[in-house]
Structures are given as structure tokens and as C-alpha cells.
């Protein structure tokens, strides 16, 4: 609000396995994102990283029989490696276990210290190792975790409190008079409705006597900082909080949190009572999508038609966790951020199977835009010496496919301004089809074999310019395909990654380009069979 530049983050993942197709989605979405705001010319800031201490780490470290750190030095690999696999285009990359992070909590520590909003007491109640956190009686499921249905234990112990009660109607207030701060609207109510409760106090400190891996408490050698209250930090650490306040103010307050709706009470409640207390800003919004099923296995079709529609969530227990860099081998890597961002209601869940995405694969990409792409550059190579034909005043055909291409442009534009992607590309692939209405209407074959070649440049030409919008609009989900396509129409190199502004304007093409061919197909048809 009132900033011009563009923050956007991802949830800092856990380091305690290999990332799956979850967190795959959740940072493709984010550089979907990044990607699109900087079409609009808009400075972007794209955050990303690791969150490393607390309790699920040190355990994974001592099953792998090495020190914490060095379990970290491993496994933020695995995700670096597979951003850097995915084509994420990330302006930073934060571990938690870095000074600069370090060091900004510690001084958040300590100036709430001093000014009696961080507080000690006895600490009475249950807490779950698993979900390291801590419950009260009445939050427990039949004695059980209400998050993760595992045993809890008993405890009683000195403790810090950050006074997040005292944020409570301040919270409210702001949630009321700020509709995007929680999207979509149902995370709203949701978190609207948590509030309805009298807010506790949130306990910031773990006994290094349990745990021992997280950043110190600058008061309390005795004790670290929970993890949470670590880990949220970072969206303000990396960007100079404290430390470089240029920074700071030029990408503060972020534009969007991403997360998952299984982190939505951290990031809606916690994190704004936090950013309360040091006195900043709260994020313009915080975003929370859906998740990835699987389709539950035929025998629970069978037993419970619900199930099949509602999907299974994937968990290692039960195998069906899928491997984003499997599916990046098999079918690259664009084809799979096209099938993550196309096939989900961004807010709601979806099914992932491999079967949806090569339908999806063949009917949007191999048929719709591939196929198009192949004819035109074929007929150009052979009836245009393979140059692009010069540009001609629009006739009433083109006039009305340009007004679908326009289309396509306007509704991506709604689509990243209103958090809707997926309903953006389905526009775009509206365009894509109406260009092969008509390429099959105009039919260009015809012309060349009546030497109409004014007629046969024309259709070449205006094929060639709703192609190079349409990779345009899709330049942010598969980077590149699209920029492999525009060269192929020759789009200038210093052009090749697109601007909004320019897929606003026709005939943008430079006459006489050189036209590439293609060995293969851009797309090439997958057979399920196989
Ligand atoms: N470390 C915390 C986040 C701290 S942010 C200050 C954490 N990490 S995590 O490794 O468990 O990753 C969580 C995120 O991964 C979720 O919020 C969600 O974005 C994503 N997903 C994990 N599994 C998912 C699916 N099956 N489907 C979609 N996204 C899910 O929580």
C-alpha cells in the first residue's frame, strides 16, 4: 500500500527431509509470482530459504548420527539444488542458522525484554515433541496432540511468555479493516473465528536441558528460543531489519506471505502480535493455498466414494509422496510448473496424478500451443525463405483475434492481481485456441498453393504475433519454453524476456526476422500408454 516495490516470500522449510511436491509447489508458485510482478515492471524482492533449529532437526541429525549443523549443511542442498533445478529465480536465500539472522532475533529478544513484553513465569501444561508445541488441557484430543494425534507429556517448568494477549483486539481491528490482509476469504474467517477466544500468551523459550539447538535467549543462557518465533523472523532478517534500514524500508512491509493452510494460525496470529510489539508494519497479505493430494488407492474408492473425491493427503507412511524431481526428469521441468500452477484453484486443494497431468499436458500444451507453434514456423520456413512477413493494417479476422489475445492479457492481469492464476492461464489457452481457429479458418495452405502471397504473409504474420503474446503471458510459469519459443519467433534478445506493456501492442514482430525451426516439437505428445 503506497509502496511500489514488490516482497514476496515462502514459508523457510524444515530441513529435516527431502523436499516433495509440496514445497515444490509452494516456491514454483512464488517464482510464478515473482515472475509475473516483475512482467508488470515492478521492482521485485523474492524471498526463500531453510528453517533450521528446533526440535525436528536435532532429532534428524542425531539419527544421522552427526552434529545439527552439519545435518543442515546437507540437507539445505537437497532444496538449493532443487530450486535451482526448478528454475527458481529467488533474490535471496535465508538459513537460520546464519549470523545476520541470528543476531535480529536476539535484539527482538531483548528489546521486548526490556520493555516487559517478553515475561517469565511457571509454564503448567502438555507439549508435543512432534509439533513442538506446547497445549493446555483442553486443547488435547482424548489426551492426545489435537495437531498430530501423538502422545503428549506432562510438564511443568519456568518458562518466557511474549505477551501476545495484549495484541488481541489490535489484531481484530486490523483483520477487519484490512480485506486482503488474510486470503482467501475463508482463511479470514477462520482466523476471525480463532479470535473469538481469549488470546494466551505465546511461550517463546525451550530448556536447553530438552533442546538445546535454536538461538540462545540473550537474558537466559539457560534456555533457546522456540522455534516459531525464530523461524517468522526471517522474513524481516533478510532484508536488513536492524541492519541496513535502506533495505529495510525499500521492501518492508512484504507483499505477500505465501504459506500453506497448515501454517495459517503462526503466520495470522503470532507473527502480526509480533510485528505489533516491535512496532512495524504488518504484511499487505498473507496468502494461504491448498494442498496436494494424491487419489486414495482404487480398494478406498471402492469402500468410500468420498474419499475419491476428497483425495489423500501424502505422507511417507503411506507412500505416496511424490518427488518433484522425478517428475522433472520425466517431463520437464516447465511442464510440470505449468501442470502445478494450471490444475489448482489457488486457496483450494487439489488432486495431484500423473495420469491429470499428462491429459493436461497433451491437450494445453502438446495440441493447443505446440501444435500451432510447429505450423506456423513450417509454413514460414517453406513459403517465406524463413523470414517473418511484414506487418499489414488488420483486416475484420484479425481484428477479432487480436481482441481474443487482448483478452488473454487483461484477464492475466486480473488473475495476478486478484491471486487467481489458474484461471488466468485457462484464458490464456483460450487465446491459444481462438489463434488455431483462426490459423484452420484462414487456411493458410490454401493461399500458398493459390500464390496468394499477400494473403498467406498476412495470416503467417498475425499468427506469429498472438504466438509471441501468448508466450508472454506464460513466460512466468515456464520461463524456459516461453523464451525459447519467443527467440523462435524472433523476438530481439535484448526483448526476449517480456514486459507487460509491449504484449499490449500488435505488430511488434520486426519485419523480416529470421524464423527458427524446431529439430522436435516444443511440446511433444506424451503417450499414457507408455
Ligand atoms: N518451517 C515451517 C515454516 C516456517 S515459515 C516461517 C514449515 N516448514 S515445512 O517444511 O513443513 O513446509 C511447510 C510448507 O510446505 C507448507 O506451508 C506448505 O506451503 C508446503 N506444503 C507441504 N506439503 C504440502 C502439500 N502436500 N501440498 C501443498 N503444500 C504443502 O512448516
Given at each position: 500500500?503506497?509502496?511500489?516495490?514488490f516482497?514476496?516470500?515462502?514459508?523457510?522449510?524444515y530441513?529435516?527431509d527431502?523436499?516433495?511436491?509440496?514445497h515444490?509447489?509452494?516456491?514454483?508458485l512464488?517464482?510464478?509470482?515473482?515472475?509475473?510482478?516483475?512482467?508488470?515492471?515492478?521492482?521485485t524482492?523474492f524471498l526463500?530459504?531453510?528453517?533450521?533449529?528446533?526440535?525436528k532437526?536435532?532429532?534428524?541429525?542425531?539419527?544421522?548420527?552427526?552434529?545439527?549443523?552439519?545435518?543442515?549443511?546437507?540437507y539445505?542442498?537437497?532444496?538449493?539444488?532443487l530450486?535451482?533445478?526448478l528454475?527458481?529465480s529467488n533474490?535471496?536465500?535465508?538459513?537460520?542458522?546464519?549470523?545476520?539472522h541470528?543476531?535480529?532475533?536476539?535484539?527482538?529478544?531483548?528489546?521486548?525484554?526490556?520493555?516487559?513484553?517478553?515475561?517469565?513465569?511457571?509454564?503448567?501444561?502438555?507439549?508435543?515433541?512432534?509439533?513442538?508445541?506446547?497445549?493446555t488441557?483442553?486443547?488435547?484430543?482424548?489426551?492426545h496432540?489435537p495437531?498430530c494425534?501423538?502422545t503428549?507429556?506432562?510438564?511443568?517448568?519456568?518458562?518466557?511468555?511474549?505477551?501476545?494477549?495484549?495484541?488481541?483486539?489490535?489484531?481484530?481491528?486490523?483483520i477487519?479493516?484490512?480485506?486482503?490482509?488474510?486470503?482467501?476469504l475463508?482463511?479470514r474467517?477462520?482466523?476471525?473465528?480463532?479470535?473469538?477466544?481469549?488470546?494466551?500468551?505465546l511461550c517463546i523459550?525451550?530448556a536447553k536441558?530438552r533442546?538445546?539447538?535454536?538461538?540462545?535467549?540473550?537474558?537466559?543462557?539457560?534456555?533457546?528460543?522456540?522455534?516459531?518465533?525464530d523461524?517468522?523472523?526471517?522474513?524481516?532478517?533478510?532484508v536488513?531489519?536492524?541492519?541496513d534500514?535502506?533495505?529495510?524500508?525499500?521492501?518492508w512491509?512484504?507483499?505477500?506471505?505465501l504459506i500453506?493452510?497448515?501454517?495459517?494460525?503462526?503466520?495470522?496470529?503470532?507473527?502480526?502480535?509480533?510485528l505489533?510489539?516491535?512496532?512495524?508494519?504488518?504484511?499487505?497479505?498473507?496468502?494461504?493455498?491448498?494442498?496436494?493430494l494424491?487419489?486414495?488407492?482404487?480398494?478406498?474408492q471402492?469402500?468410500?466414494?468420498?474419499?475419491?473425491?476428497a483425495?489423500?493427503?501424502?505422507?511417507?507412511?503411506l507412500?505416496?509422496?511424490?518427488?518433484?524431481?522425478?517428475?522433472?526428469?520425466?517431463?520437464?521441468?516447465d511442464a510440470?510448473?505449468?501442470?502445478?500452477m494450471?490444475?489448482?484453484?489457488?486457496?483450494?486443494?487439489?488432486?495431484?496424478?500423473?495420469?491429470?497431468?499428462?491429459?493436461?499436458?497433451?491437450?494445453?500444451?502438446?495440441?493447443?500451443?505446440?501444435?500451432?507453434?510447429?505450423?506456423?514456423?513450417?509454413?514460414?520456413?517453406?513459403?517465406?525463405?524463413?523470414?517473418?512477413?511484414?506487418?499489414?493494417e488488420?483486416?475484420?479476422?484479425?481484428?477479432?483475434?487480436?481482441a481474443?489475445?487482448?483478452?488473454a492479457?487483461?484477464?492475466?492481469?486480473?488473475a495476478?492481481?486478484?491471486?487467481?492464476?489458474?484461471?488466468?492461464?485457462?484464458?490464456?489457452?483460450?487465446?491459444?485456441?481462438?489463434?488455431?481457429?483462426?490459423?484452420?479458418t484462414m487456411?493458410?495452405?490454401?493461399?500458398?498453393?493459390?500464390g496468394?502471397?499477400?494473403?498467406?504473409?498476412?495470416v503467417?504474420?498475425?499468427?506469429?504475433?498472438?504466438?509471441?503474446?501468448?508466450?508472454?503471458?506464460l513466460?512466468?510459469?515456464?520461463?524456459?519454453?516461453m523464451?525459447?519459443?519467443?527467440?523462435?519467433?524472433?523476438?530481439p534478445?535484448?526483448?526476449?524476456t517480456?514486459?507487460?506493456n509491449?504484449?499490449?501492442?500488435?505488430?511488434q514482430?520486426?519485419?523480416?526476422?529470421?524464423?527458427?525451426?524446431?529439430?522436435?516439437?516444443l511440446?511433444?505428445?506424451?503417450d499414457?500408454?507408455?
Amino acid at each position: 500500500m503506497g509502496k511500489d516495490t514488490f516482497y514476496l516470500t515462502t514459508p523457510i522449510y524444515y530441513v529435516n527431509d527431502k523436499p516433495h511436491i509440496g514445497h515444490a509447489y509452494t516456491t514454483i508458485l512464488g517464482d510464478v509470482l515473482s515472475r509475473c510482478h516483475r512482467l508488470l515492471g515492478e521492482p521485485t524482492h523474492f524471498l526463500t530459504g531453510t528453517d533450521e533449529h528446533g526440535q525436528k532437526v536435532e532429532q534428524a541429525a542425531k539419527r544421522n548420527g552427526v552434529s545439527p549443523l552439519e545435518h543442515c549443511n546437507t540437507y539445505v542442498k537437497r532444496f538449493q539444488e532443487l530450486w535451482e533445478r526448478l528454475g527458481i529465480s529467488n533474490d535471496d536465500f535465508i538459513r537460520t542458522t546464519e549470523e545476520r539472522h541470528i543476531i535480529v532475533v536476539q535484539k527482538i529478544l531483548q528489546d521486548l525484554w526490556d520493555r516487559q513484553l517478553i515475561y517469565q513465569a511457571d509454564y503448567e501444561g502438555w507439549y508435543c515433541v512432534g509439533c513442538e508445541r506446547y497445549f493446555t488441557e483442553k486443547d488435547l484430543n482424548n489426551g492426545h496432540c489435537p495437531d498430530c494425534g501423538r502422545t503428549v507429556d506432562k510438564l511443568v517448568e519456568k518458562n518466557y511468555f511474549f505477551k501476545m494477549s495484549q495484541f488481541q483486539q489490535q489484531l481484530i481491528d486490523h483483520i477487519n479493516a484490512h480485506p486482503r490482509f488474510l486470503m482467501p476469504l475463508n482463511r479470514r474467517q477462520e482466523t476471525l473465528g480463532f479470535l473469538k477466544q481469549p488470546l494466551g500468551d505465546l511461550c517463546i523459550s525451550r530448556a536447553k536441558s530438552r533442546l538445546s539447538w535454536g538461538i540462545e535467549l540473550p537474558f537466559d543462557h539457560d534456555y533457546v528460543t522456540y522455534v516459531w518465533f525464530d523461524a517468522l523472523v526471517n522474513y524481516i532478517s533478510a532484508v536488513g531489519y536492524l541492519a541496513d534500514d535502506a533495505e529495510f524500508n525499500t521492501w518492508w512491509p512484504a507483499s505477500y506471505h505465501l504459506i500453506g493452510k497448515d501454517i495459517l494460525t503462526t503466520h495470522a496470529v503470532y507473527w502480526p502480535t509480533m510485528l505489533m510489539a516491535m512496532n512495524l508494519p504488518l504484511p499487505e497479505t498473507i496468502f494461504a493455498h491448498g494442498w496436494w493430494l494424491t487419489p486414495p488407492p482404487p480398494t478406498a474408492q471402492a469402500d468410500n466414494a468420498q474419499a475419491t473425491a476428497a483425495g489423500v493427503k501424502m505422507s511417507k507412511s503411506l507412500g505416496n509422496v511424490v518427488n518433484p524431481m522425478d517428475m522433472a526428469d520425466k517431463y520437464g521441468v516447465d511442464a510440470l510448473r505449468y501442470f502445478l500452477m494450471a490444475a489448482m484453484a489457488l486457496g483450494q486443494d487439489a488432486n495431484f496424478s500423473e495420469e491429470a497431468f499428462v491429459t493436461r499436458f497433451n491437450a494445453d500444451l502438446a495440441n493447443n500451443l505446440g501444435n500451432l507453434l510447429s505450423r506456423a514456423t513450417k509454413m514460414i520456413e517453406k513459403n517465406c525463405e524463413g523470414k517473418l512477413p511484414s506487418a499489414t493494417e488488420p483486416g475484420a479476422d484479425e481484428q477479432e483475434l487480436i481482441a481474443s489475445v487482448q483478452n488473454a492479457v487483461a484477464s492475466m492481469r486480473n488473475a495476478i492481481e486478484n491471486m487467481q492464476l489458474d484461471r488466468g492461464i485457462a484464458e490464456v489457452m483460450v487465446a491459444a485456441n481462438a489463434t488455431n481457429r483462426y490459423f484452420d479458418t484462414m487456411k493458410p495452405w490454401v493461399l500458398a498453393k493459390a500464390g496468394d502471397t499477400a494473403a498467406l504473409g498476412r495470416v503467417l504474420r498475425n499468427t506469429a504475433e498472438a504466438l509471441r503474446i501468448i508466450a508472454g503471458l506464460l513466460y512466468p510459469v515456464m520461463p524456459n519454453k516461453m523464451t525459447e519459443l519467443r527467440r523462435l519467433l524472433g523476438v530481439p534478445e535484448e526483448r526476449v524476456t517480456p514486459v507487460m506493456n509491449q504484449l499490449e501492442h500488435w505488430n511488434q514482430l520486426p519485419d523480416g526476422a529470421t524464423i527458427g525451426t524446431l529439430a522436435t516439437p516444443l511440446f511433444p505428445r506424451i503417450d499414457l500408454a507408455k
